[in-house]
């Protein structure tokens, strides 16, 4: 990917007629996220929550990008706004409601791909109904081509996909008309149609852009422009199995964002112990900052009377949360101690299962399933105790709501979260991962302490929680924008890099390559780069740059675990805000094979790539596991346009 200039590069600094309070660098802030749900769970709720906390301590205007289709109407903010979930400052703009709304002078302000538009008229879709879209498919239903119009009847997009050979799939061209049936611009992906109106939203002035969710990251990798500081925050665990090594397969839903750190200005992590494992798998050379999530205040009281054995849970019912293990260690440790409940707040796929497991087990008048609950922290406010099941976390947000509300956390000592906020035994416990016979101990102990303890404990979990309250987390958010440079990003075009010499031992592959590109001679940093074709396996290693001469040595332990199959190879060379990846050409007359798993071969298209014969199983060298966590405790979304 090359990061190249946008049409607006010199960033201007505006007067603002809200007085900030200081806390954020000057300039525009704003989120980026596919859209807002009717009912949303965590990560949006992170979403509205630190907007409106960007509002509210810091006085300023904060907006809310959305590119969903079904927000075009813009109602979401209004409905938002009247339950509480968003600040007077904060706005929901959404591409469609904009667009649709704009005067055609400032729809010119979308810059298309092409100078010369192609004559679009002959696909155009009539518009046969009140409907604001009109669609074409093939026979089995694929999406070829979607027409979108104004509620004056006018033409505002049509949208061809089919356009190399018509009835099949393949080539693009979105146009853009004004009111009077005159193409405005074109563009051939919706990517680019989407960073042409982001350029028309920042203009040239300073922005920040925050983007949350893995889609809509992957989406805006590459909008590299000198006045926009564009963030990444990871919300969740960045494996897609967090008991493999740090170099283990890369979570599919976030392959797109993980494979491309270095393009952004700025990667949040959630937790230190996150952080520290991506920079040592090497996916980011120095972008890589901890930001927490931040907690609401609920005033929990460390003496208000509660029922020692009310346990309260929030979890979604599926297979990553093992609500399972907490409904068993509850009805073991009510054995123990009689009277112990739970309530369980969430939905999900599994919640069948689980109340059929709690009446088998003669539990159903001690656990009882809410389902979905809006403002269910609420609730952590009389319960004495919460449990966190889950098999990873990207935080484990509500420990932190259940130790604002004075609510005791007993959590699993999982990746991410729960050892970075809980210290055991002062104010929340940590138990060893899958051990429900601890879980079941420690809510019993818990349950039998005197009471005086239990308010100690709760006393300390307040105010670990105001750690975490709003004003300390803007003022974390400050600290890492304030770090960021609106230096010019240096303009790629293109680059080179040809295999000089690729010789495969029986441990290890030497790489000897020649590049050619505008970030040498002296790049910050520069690495090999794999990635398999198929499912979620990448890895980079550091190598050295001499003059135009990149070398590095790759132990063949790192690709162990990739399955079957071919691996495409490559170069990444970053400067500060610049990066580039550059597709290695090669000829078989400079590889040396000799390993029997991986073999080097140049591609039809004379690309350096390499076949996978068979995993050779679990990795060898013990320092590229995950660390295990230290014992403290007891014991879709959618593509395109359409």
């Not at 667009?99 to 004559?119: A, F, W």
């Not at 090669?586 to 080097?600: F, G, Q, V, W, Y």
């Amino acid at each position: 990917m090359n990061a190249t200039h946008g049409r607006y590069s010199s960033p201007t600094i505006y007067q603002h007629r809200l007085p900030h309070n200081g806390l954020l660098p000057e300039g525009n802030y704003y989120t980026f996220t596919w859209g807002i749900a009717e009912e949303f769970g965590g990560m949006t709720t992170v979403v509205l929550e630190r907007s409106s906390a960007f509002a509210k301590v810091d006085n300023r205007r904060v907006e809310i990008l959305t590119l969903s289709p079904e927000m075009k109407d813009g109602t979401r903010e209004k409905e938002l706004r009247s339950k509480g979930h968003l600040d007077r400052r904060v706005k929901i703009r959404n591409v469609w409601a904009d667009l649709l709304t704009r005067r055609d002078r400032k729809l010119s302000d979308l810059i298309g791909e092409h100078e010369e538009i192609q004559n679009p008229f002959d696909d155009v879709l009539p518009r046969t109904s009140d409907s604001w879209t009109e669609t074409r498919t093939d026979a089995d239903g694929a999406v070829l081509q979607v027409d979108r119009y104004r509620d004056d009847g006018t033409l505002l997009v049509s949208d061809r996909q089919d356009l190399r050979k018509r009835g099949r799939r393949g080539g693009r061209r979105i146009t853009l008309f004004n009111r009077k049936r005159k193409p405005v611009g074109q563009w051939s992906t919706a990517r680019a149609f989407y960073h042409s109106w982001f350029d028309s939203v920042f203009t040239d002035k300073r922005a920040f852009l925050i983007s949350d969710s893995s889609f809509a990251g992957g989406l805006v990798h590459d909008y590299r422009r000198d006045n926009v500081i564009l963030c990444q925050v990871i919300h969740s665990h960045f494996l897609r199995d967090p008991a493999s090594g740090v170099h283990g397969e890369l979570s599919p839903d976030k392959l797109e964002i993980l494979s491309h750190l270095d393009s952004y200005d700025l990667v949040a992590s959630l937790t230190n112990q996150q952080r520290e494992d991506m920079a040592h798998s090497q996916l980011a050379t120095s972008n890589l900052r901890t930001v927490s999530n931040f907690t609401s205040n609920l005033h929990g009281s460390p003496d208000a009377p509660r029922d020692p054995r009310k346990g309260a849970m929030i979890a979604r019912l599926v297979h990553a949360k093992r609500v399972s293990d907490a409904v068993s260690a509850v009805h073991q440790a009510s054995e123990i101690v009689p009277g112990i409940t739970l309530d369980v707040y969430g939905d999900g796929k599994n919640r069948d299962d689980l109340e059929t497991m709690t009446e088998n087990l003669g539990a159903a008048g001690l656990i009882t399933f809410h389902g979905h609950t809006p403002g269910a922290r609420r609730h952590f406010l009389d319960a004495s105790f919460s449990l966190l099941t889950s098999r990873s976390e990207g935080q484990g947000l509500v420990i932190l709501e259940s130790m604002s509300a004075g609510c005791i956390p007993i959590a699993y000592e999982i990746p991410y979260g729960p050892a970075d906020i809980i210290t055991d035994g002062v104010n929340g416990f940590l138990i060893r991962d899958g051990d429900t016979d601890a879980l079941a101990e420690a809510i019993s102990r818990f349950t039998t302490m005197r009471e005086n303890e239990r308010r100690t404990m709760r006393a300390a979990a307040v105010r670990r929680a105001s750690d975490f309250f709003a004003h300390r987390i803007v003022s974390s958010w400050g600290n890492v924008f304030a770090e960021q440079s609106f230096d010019a990003l240096t303009p790629i075009s293109s680059g080179v890099a040809e295999l000089i010499e690729a010789t495969l031992t029986s441990d290890s592959i030497d790489f000897k390559i020649k590049i050619e590109s505008p970030l040498l001679p002296s790049p910050e940093a520069a690495y090999l780069v794999w990635k398999a074709r198929k499912g979620g396996h990448f890895g980079r290693i550091a190598g050295s740059i001499d003059g135009a001469r990149f070398s590095t040595t790759v132990p063949l332990t790192r690709f162990a675990e990739i399955p079957q199959g071919l691996i495409d190879i490559s170069v990444d060379l970053v400067n500060v805000r610049d990066f580039q990846r550059i597709r290695i050409s090669s000829d078989d007359s400079r590889i040396k094979n000799s390993s029997d798993h991986l073999t080097l071969y140049s591609t039809a298209h004379g690309n350096l790539s390499a076949r996978v014969q068979a995993p050779t199983g679990a990795l060898s060298n013990r320092e590229e596991r995950h660390r295990a966590p230290k014992q403290t405790g007891n014991g879709s979304q959618p593509r395109g346009l359409s």
